[in-house]
């Protein structure tokens, strides 16, 4: 894509946010996953594209409502609790606390599973690398 494509409409933003998600952020996390006890900074990456997926989808909004949107298209069915209510709990575990504020919340658990994520009493349970080829599949279904 150059910025000549974009200007006379032969790239769309959809498809800047699918190029800029999958080759600059999922494909960084993708080489991480290749390293042992990389699911920290798997997740990090991973979740910055959850925010930005979702206000592609719904526009205008707030964030928390752009990332549970982003969410629940990537994940709509979790083991364990309803999609939009985990989303909300991820939102805050996830997006404010380990993406905004550096630190992992009490309730958030790195896990290697057979899902991409659950929730497991009040506790969410996410496996990093299955929750990046969860969301790596979902950016461009969702778009």
């Not at 006379?8 to 290749?34: C, H, M, Y």
């Not at 526009?59 to 549970?68: L, P």
């Amino acid at each position: 894509m150059t910025d000549e494509d974009y200007a006379n409409g032969k790239v769309s933003p959809l498809d800047v946010f699918e190029g800029q998600g999958r080759g600059w952020i999922l494909a960084f996390a993708r080489t991480l996953a290749k390293h042992e006890d990389s699911g920290l900074a798997i997740l990090l990456l991973t979740a910055s594209v959850v925010e930005p997926m979702g206000g592609a989808i719904i526009g205008r909004g707030k964030a928390v409502a752009k990332f549970c949107s982003g969410f629940v298209k990537a994940f709509p069915d979790v083991p364990g609790g309803k999609s939009a209510d985990v989303a909300e709990l991820v939102c805050d575990l996830l997006r404010d606390g380990l993406f905004h504020q550096g630190f992992i919340k009490a309730g958030l658990i790195l896990e290697h599973g057979s899902v991409p994520i659950q929730l497991r009493g009040s506790a969410v349970i996410i496996d990093p690398l299955l929750f990046l080829e969860a969301v790596e599949a979902d950016v461009h279904k969702a778009l």
